[in-house]
């Protein structure tokens, strides 16, 4: 492990923030740690390290900033617990790469190679970024607490029913395949049993609906070098990265059908070959696959293998709505408020009778992450806007249909939400919505119209 010797004084007077470069290539180490010496104004003091154990060792300050290549690190996963806030950077970028690090415990996400202003720009970000001063229990202990389970939050006999599946399912081999309304808690499920199965091993999540068909082949089992226009280095891809641990298949009927036939191959005998490779890879890995659609007809319109899906559908798990299970609302509600109230730095008062009230009366279309967000807004806005229980038709005994607002204005309130949940980090947001970085600027430049000459 290095440091920089000599660091001059902050702008402004003050002790300069420290930024553990993790990173096996000396060169690169050099190149940031001469970056931040040279253009931060003494802001930030670089100290290089080889390895996580490096870094490891030398976070002493609760306020340090890490910038972690992820194969330095080990992946994603291990990217928490070094030190303070983490900046995530990789050589093979990717949106995969991107969401996986922030829920890797990332704040932020930097493609290499990293030029010099992009560089203090993300540093000063990741400053401003309020961290969370009381760390929130692990889920293990979460558990033991509130007699909850692995991350959940509920006590309802639809949630009593899968935890008792998780444990089940968790030490067999077999496939998984997970069904349920979005926002019920798939990658949830996903995670809890990786945690119950194969904690320490990789897990690598991938959304088939979040990555351009023409990418997902790449994204899923790789490209090598020059395999098609923009392919300038090699790439692993999520099948490899998972060897010996879990592949998280989300929204598997949003993969267009070619890849499936290809996926049906990977899922017999664990053998791939990445895009413009002559040679087959052979990898093992338990495979689970999650959808919000109903299998059975998507089946029949022609979307999802039929093939694939029985090969897939070893070990069922169905997720309930939050409308089956509304006496969670309440404990969900708290968990949410203090965490959130934590994570924003707010000292926001309980939530009362009244609002536990309102909450649990609507029906909650999104979910658990619908409900996740409101409660958000509530920390950050400081009023609880919480939907209207949709009224009943006397007549149909139905739902009547609530006022539509058009795609475009649902679309820009999502993504502004998002950015002040994250407070203006477009990167955060993007990984958030699983959409891409550069859809959120080009959106915001559309808002902001035509600039006048």
């Known amino acids: 492990m290095g440091s920089v010797s000599s660091v001059a004084a902050p702008r402004g007077g003050g002790r300069p923030v420290s930024v553990l470069i993790v990173d096996a290539d000396a060169s690169a180490r050099r ?32 306020q340090a900033i890490v910038i972690a290549d992820i194969e330095t690190v ?96 968790a030490p067999s081999p077999a496939p998984v395949f997970i069904t349920g309304e979005t926002g019920t808690g798939k990658e949830l499920t996903a995670e809890a049993i990786h945690a119950l199965s194969a904690a320490g091993r990789p897990f690598v999540a991938l959304n088939c609906s979040a990555i351009p068909r023409d990418l997902m082949e790449s994204e899923m089992f790789g490209h090598v070098r020059g395999a098609f226009t923009g392919a300038g280095e090699t790439h692993i891809g999520a099948a490899e990265m998972a060897d010996g641990g879990i592949l998280f298949l989300d929204e598997l009927a949003e993969m267009d059908g070619a890849l499936q036939a290809k996926l049906l191959r990977f899922v017999q005998n664990g053998a791939f070959r990445p895009v413009g490779a002559s040679e087959t890879k052979t990898v093992k890995v338990r495979i689970i696959a999650a959808t919000n659609r109903d299998p059975e007809a998507e089946m029949a319109a022609g979307r999802l293998r039929a093939d694939l899906y029985y090969r897939l559908n070893v070990l069922p798990i169905h ?52 409900l996740a967000n409101v409660i958000r807004r509530a920390i950050v806005f400081g009023t609880l806007d919480v ?67």
């Open 387 to 453: 939907p209207d229980a949709p009224a009943r038709s006397a007549a149909a005994g139905g739902l009547s249909v609530p006022p539509v607002l058009p795609f475009a204005e649902q679309e820009r309130a999502i993504i502004e939400r998002a950015l002040a949940a994250f407070h203006g980090n477009a990167e955060r947001a993007a990984a958030a919505l699983e959409i891409a970085p550069s859809t959120i600027y080009r959106k915001r430049a559309a808002w902001a119209g035509p600039r006048q000459s």
């Open 74 to 169: 080990g992946g994603p996963h291990r990217l928490g617990g070094i030190g303070g806030r983490t900046i995530a950077t990789s050589a093979n970028p990717s949106l995969a790469t991107a969401v996986a690090a922030i829920r890797g415990g990332a704040a932020d996400f930097l493609p290499k190679p990293i030029g010099a202003k992009a560089l203090i720009e993300h540093l000063e970000a990741t400053l401003a970024t309020p961290a969370i001063a009381t760390p929130l229990p692990a889920p293990q202990k979460a558990a033991e607490s509130s007699g909850d389970f692995a991350g959940f939050v509920g006590r309802s006999q639809p949630m009593r029913k899968l935890y008792e599946d998780i444990r089940r399912v």
């Open 319 to 370: 997720l309930a709505p939050l409308r089956e299970r509304r006496e969670d609302v309440p404990l969900l509600a708290d968990t949410f408020h203090a965490r959130f109230a934590a994570e924003e730095g707010r000292d926001a008062a309980p939530l009362d009778a009244d609002a536990l009230a309102r909450l649990s009366a609507y029906d909650w279309p999104g979910n658990v992450r619908e």
């Open 31 to 62: 190149s940031l740690a001469g970056m931040i010496t040279e253009r931060s104004g003494g802001r930030f003091a670089p100290v290089a390290c080889a390895t996580r154990d490096e870094a490891t060792a030398a976070a002493a300050d609760a």
